[in-house]
C-alpha cells in the first residue's frame, strides 16, 4: 500500500508515540509485531515508505485542528492542567541548524 488516510496516520502517529519509537523502521517494527491489535483498530500493514510519504504530504493543520477542538471544550481547570500532556502529544524534535540545500 503506497498512501494512508488520515485516520491511519494518526492512528499509526499516536501507536508511534505511546510505544516510543524512535525511528519509520520502529514503527514498522511495532505495527507488525501487534498484528492483532493493528486489525482491531482497522490499520492496514504499513511500509516505512508509505509512511514517510504520508508524513511528508500531509497539512499539519489537520492534526492541530483535530487537538483543538477537545481542548476548546475542556473547562478551565483541565485546560491549565494540560500543559505536560501536550507536550507529550507534540514531542517532535525541531532542527536549530538550516538542511543543507
Known amino acids: 500500500m503506497r498512501w494512508l488516510f488520515t485516520r491511519d496516520l494518526l492512528l499509526t502517529l ?5 510505544s516510543d519509537a524512535r525511528s519509520l523502521r520502529d514503527i514498522e517494527a511495532m505495527l507488525e509485531s501487534q498484528s492483532a ?6 490499520l492496514p500493514k504499513v511500509r516505512r515508505a508509505t509512511l514517510a510519504d504520508a ?7 489537520v492534526f492541530t485542528g483535530l487537538l483543538s477542538a477537545p481542548i476548546g471544550r475542556a473547562t478551565r481547570k483541565l ?5 505536560e500532556c501536550l507536550r507529550l502529544i507534540d514531542s517532535t524534535s525541531i532542527p536549530l541548524t538550516p538542511a543543507p540545500a
Open 14 to 18: 499516536l501507536f508511534a508515540q505511546v
Open 37 to 42: 491489535r493493528r486489525y482491531h483498530a482497522g
Open 55 to 61: 508524513a511528508a504530504t500531509r497539512p499539519a493543520g
Open 79 to 83: 485546560r491549565r492542567g494540560m500543559g
